[in-house]
């Protein structure tokens, strides 16, 4: 292998290769269930990062919450050169902008998401639900970072989805256009491989 081949073989890693950034104090078994589904539902490899502080300014005490979109720039500031995306999982409560409280952000151009589990497993103790949770969720700022919107069809994760129950009773998975649009994508990025010699 030549020096040219090493450079496309790193940086084909490089693309397929989400950091994993935890906010704080994150649950390992969290972290854990993040890498395997972005590894058995995406294909993507996974590299865990170390814990990183959240800084306060994120905070506003008035609304017990943390910027969400300050802190998804944080976030990307994080991302390695040998990685291709990069999420960060929280275990605060989020805010966007008018929205009273998120459970995750993506941008839809540059490989970057947030989720929060503490929202997210509120008043939860089952650990299959806390993980269909956080799947939906996964699945849901996944569609975003590879450059789709909301759908509107109603079982699909890219669905803009209101309440726990909706979610609780919905199975994560995309609808058919969503998924085939994604698979096209994840595909796309998996096929660029070494070029032949």
Request: glycine share 4%; charged share 25%; aromatic share 10%.
């Amino acid at each position: 292998m030549d020096a040219d081949d090493k450079l496309a073989a790193t940086s084909f890693k490089a693309q397929t290769t989400v950091a994993i950034l935890p906010l704080g104090q994150v649950d390992e078994t969290e972290l854990e269930f993040l890498a395997y589904v972005l590894r058995n539902f995406f294909s993507l490899q996974t590299k865990l990062m170390s814990v990183v502080t959240v800084p306060r300014k994120f905070y506003r005490p008035k609304r017990k919450q943390y910027d969400a979109d300050q802190l998804l720039d944080y976030v990307l500031s994080y991302k390695p050169k040998r990685a291709g995306m990069i999420v960060g999982v929280f275990n605060g409560s989020l805010f966007s902008e008018n929205i009273k409280k998120i459970l995750g952000l993506a941008y839809l151009t540059n490989g970057s998401m947030i989720y929060s589990t503490k929202d997210l497993h509120e008043d939860c103790t089952d650990i299959s639900k806390k993980q269909k949770r956080s799947e939906w969720i996964i699945l849901h700022e996944m569609g975003h970072v590879f450059g789709f919107d909301h759908c509107p069809v109603d079982n699909c994760a890219l669905n803009e989805f209101c309440d726990y129950d909706y979610v609780d009773e919905t199975k994560p998975t995309y609808c058919l256009k969503c998924l085939e649009k994604i698979t096209i994508n994840v595909a796309k990025l998996l096929s660029e491989k070494l070029p032949p010699k």
